[in-house]
């Protein structure tokens, strides 16, 4: 069996795609070497929304912004900014600037191009491998890339 096909394997990225958490993602990254090259090579542009303190976009501005976790980026610019308007997290975040990064990715800093993944092997197979329905559903919507922890020394950015 694929590595990439296995339980193991699809029981983690479901998890991560249903709820990031450390040790979902710890596989993830421990293990990004065993998925084929076709799922992580991404050439597009990938965008990801946040708010940023005044302080954090002093980072990004002078390239020492960091993520210190594996996070999920999108192929779609109007996901990450529709993330941005959600008033859930607008709300939470009101002391904070909403944010769109736009970066691309050398190879090495992809886990999973998620979006590619599914296109793949479609809806109907991912469910008979084990996969939530609702978590592909999302998967399809939101265009994932998985990214490993990186310092961003460059990367463009708009405020929303």
Not at 79 to 91: M, N, P, T, V
């Amino acid at each position: 069996m694929k590595f990439h096909e296995s339980s193991e394997f699809i029981k983690n990225l479901d998890s991560y795609l249903f709820n990031p958490n450390a040790s979902a993602s710890s596989y993830l990254k421990t293990n990004k070497s065993r998925i084929p090259l076709v799922f992580r090579s991404c050439n597009k542009t990938l965008y990801r929304g946040v708010f940023l303190s005044d302080e954090e976009r002093k980072l990004l501005d002078v390239g020492k912004f960091r993520f210190d976790r594996v996070t999920s980026w999108t192929k779609d610019l109007s996901i990450a900014e529709s993330f941005l308007r959600d008033a859930k997290y607008k709300i939470q975040n009101k002391k904070n600037v909403p944010v769109v990064l736009k970066k691309n990715f050398q190879v090495n800093d992809i886990i999973i191009d998620i979006d590619a993944y599914v296109q793949f092997y479609g809806e109907k197979k991912l469910l008979e491998m084990g996969f939530d329905d609702l978590n592909i559903d999302s998967a399809m919507k939101e265009k994932e890339v998985l990214v490993m922890p990186i310092v961003i020394k460059r990367a463009e950015y708009k405020a929303i």
